[in-house]
């Protein structure tokens, strides 16, 4: 994923961004005359868009703290119909231009912990 934006007194910073999700969802198919109703593995491919907040803490000797929201949409691309909302909050901490996340992703409805890295510029 990436975003771009604008920093604020070095505290705010405000933008948006998107990205490319690769993954596999259950997917429920209601019974037919050939097949049983039941769950079936469908391969993921989708776009998020989502505006991104970010709070800087007060440094900690060369360590910045932070935490991270983001909302928006994933647009999937194996399906016209499937867009579905998006979110994320997290934090991090930070030394110089590099950066390790922690957050809760939330997208096709369900969760996930998600561990990251960013290169701040």
Known sequence: M??????????????AGTGLAVGR???YDAA???????YRRERLLMVPLFV??????PEVGHVDLYMI????????????????ACGSLG???GIGR????????????????TVGAMVCF
Do not use: C, N, Q
Not at 2 to 15: C, E, R, W
Not at 52 to 57: I, N, P, Q, S, T
Not at 71 to 84: C, K, Q
Not at 98 to 113: N, P, V, W
């Open 2 to 15: 990436t975003s771009h934006g604008k920093s604020f007194a070095g505290i705010l910073f405000v933008g």
């Open 25 to 27: 969802e259950s997917v």
């Open 32 to 38: 037919s005359d050939s097949e049983p109703a039941g």
């Open 52 to 57: 991104e907040l970010r709070w800087r803490f």
């Open 69 to 84: 929201s983001r909302l928006g949409a994933d647009f999937g691309l194996r399906r016209a119909h499937s867009i579905d």
């Open 91 to 93: 934090g991090g901490i």
């Open 98 to 113: 590099i950066a390790l996340t922690i957050a809760y992703d939330y997208m096709r409805r369900s969760g996930m912990f």
